[in-house]
Antibody, heavy 121, light 111 residues
Framework: QLQLQESGPGLVKPSETLSLTCTVS??????????WGWLRQPPGKGLEWIGS???????FFNPSLKSRVSMSVDTSKNQFSLKLPSATAADTAVYYC?????????????WGQGTVVTVSS | QSALTQPASVSGSPGQSITISCTGT?????????VSWYQHHPGKAPKLMIY???NRPSGVSNRFSGSKSGNTASLTISGLQAEDEADYYC???????????FGTGTKVTVL
């Protein structure tokens, strides 16, 4: 069974870089035609797709965050990562990593449990 | 790209059927056969319940069904059970560039 686990600081200071890593187990990130995505849910709000990365490094981002987001993949460690520089309070959220598949960009079939990130001084 | 519109809350008694709507535009729900639904219990990972408008992943109860008419997609839960109490989100492919847009979310309460 595929499992995903987010890791990273739970507290980030404003203007610093929010960095998270997702470790995949139970399957290879290099196999199949899947993207690997990041999503978030701010307090009291709904889910938002941040972006997704293929094992080749090809990325697609939500246009609302595209100018700030970067993602990378490390197939040797079966991990992919998210970086969001210049963090603000608006980036406070539960962050999820998920496997992103299907031809219509709406299928996230395996998820991590989520990690809470608070942006505050 | 604006979020898809869902009712904030829907409720029903055990055994009843409820329907959650998800309204978008011709650039997303109306123009796409790619609509998915997620169940989210607070503190847990969201769970895929329906994909490609009407398809259920393996292991998902057949009490959950999806449909679409025009710019509105719907999730119906029949034979409502206490364990169905959760937040539900729709998502659609969006041709405008966002690729994947989520709905505003609906809290389902089992009375």
């Amino acid at each position: 069974q595929l499992q995903l686990q987010e890791s990273g600081p739970g507290l980030v200071k404003p203007s610093e870089t929010l960095s998270l890593t997702c470790t995949v187990s139970g399957g290879s990130i290099s196999r199949g035609t899947y993207y690997w995505g990041w999503l978030r849910q701010p307090p009291g709000k709904g889910l938002e797709w941040i972006g997704s990365i293929y094992n080749s490094g090809r990325t697609f981002f939500n246009p609302s965050l595209k100018s700030r987001v970067s993602m990378s993949v490390d197939t040797s460690k079966n991990q992919f990562s998210l970086k969001l520089p210049s963090a603000t309070a608006a980036d406070t959220a539960v962050y999820y990593c998920a496997r992103h598949g299907g031809s219509g960009w709406t299928i996230f079939d395996f998820w991590g449990q989520g990690t809470v990130v608070t942006v505050s001084s | 790209q604006s979020a898809l519109t869902q009712p904030a809350s829907v409720s029903g008694s055990p055994g009843q059927s409820i329907t959650i709507s998800c309204t978008g535009t011709s650039s997303d729900v109306g123009g796409s056969n790619y609509v998915s639904w997620y169940q989210h219990h607070p503190g847990k990972a969201p769970k895929l319940m329906i994909y490609d408008v009407t398809n259920r992943p393996s292991g998902v109860s057949n009490r959950f069904s999806g449909s679409k008419s025009g710019n509105t997609a719907s999730l119906t839960i029949s034979g409502l059970q206490a364990e169905d109490e959760a937040d539900y989100y729709c998502t659609s492919y969006a041709s405008s560039g966002t690729l994947c847009v989520f709905g505003t979310g609906t809290k389902v309460t089992v009375l």
